[in-house]
């Protein structure tokens, strides 16, 4: 649920949405879009929460190409059409660069 | 809960916790930060969500200077000193630059 992994010279997507009423299908797809992240070259840590219709994903990644790379993903486009057209009422993403880290 | 005034150029601070058990006065120092946060030069815009122990807050401000002054304030300073000594079990905290910024 922590992140543990990422570093300075990483880069953060966060991506922050309210969701719409129309959420046949989110489940599965939000599930299986975390899992294929994970996979991806590059990927570090993702930390995920959600207060309905509020929620927050923070992916972290070895560089921005890897997030370009992810973002080309066919499987991924799709859920990004879905989640564009139909699951999300408002969202913003910020691609952010990781200055500085520290931990307990 | 979405924070829509932040964009390229600007800073995220990305705070995720687990607290421990000990939490008598957590929830009124977390809610005075947030307040005192709001009201420094340069903040910007702030999300939080939590899913206990577990939470995120992503605050948003306008430099690194702004984030250095508001890490220097001395309410929020005492609270710090709380945060790692008594409320938080585990944190990561993340100060990136923001490069680019998409929304619905």
Redesign the interface.
């Known amino acids: ?4 992994n ?1 570093k300075a010279g990483h880069y ?1 997507v ?1 991506f ?3 969701k719409g009423d129309d959420l046949e299908g989110y489940g599965d797809m939000a599930a299986q879009m975390v899992d294929l992240a994970s996979q991806q070259p590059g990927f570090v840590g993702i ?1 995920s ?3 309905p219709p ?3 994903t ?1 992916s972290y990644w070895e560089s ?1 190409e890897a997030i370009a790379a992810w973002g080309r993903n066919a499987d991924h486009r799709l859920a990004q059409q879905a989640g ?1 057209g139909r699951f ?1 009422e ?15």
Chains 1, 2 share one sequence.
Request: glycine letters at 6%; aromatic letters at 12%.
């Open positions: 649920m922590i992140s543990s990422d953060a966060i922050t949405s309210k930390e929460f959600g207060e509020f929620g927050t923070i921005r564009h999300y408002t969202f913003a993403l910020r691609i952010c660069r990781i200055e500085d880290v520290r931990r307990k």
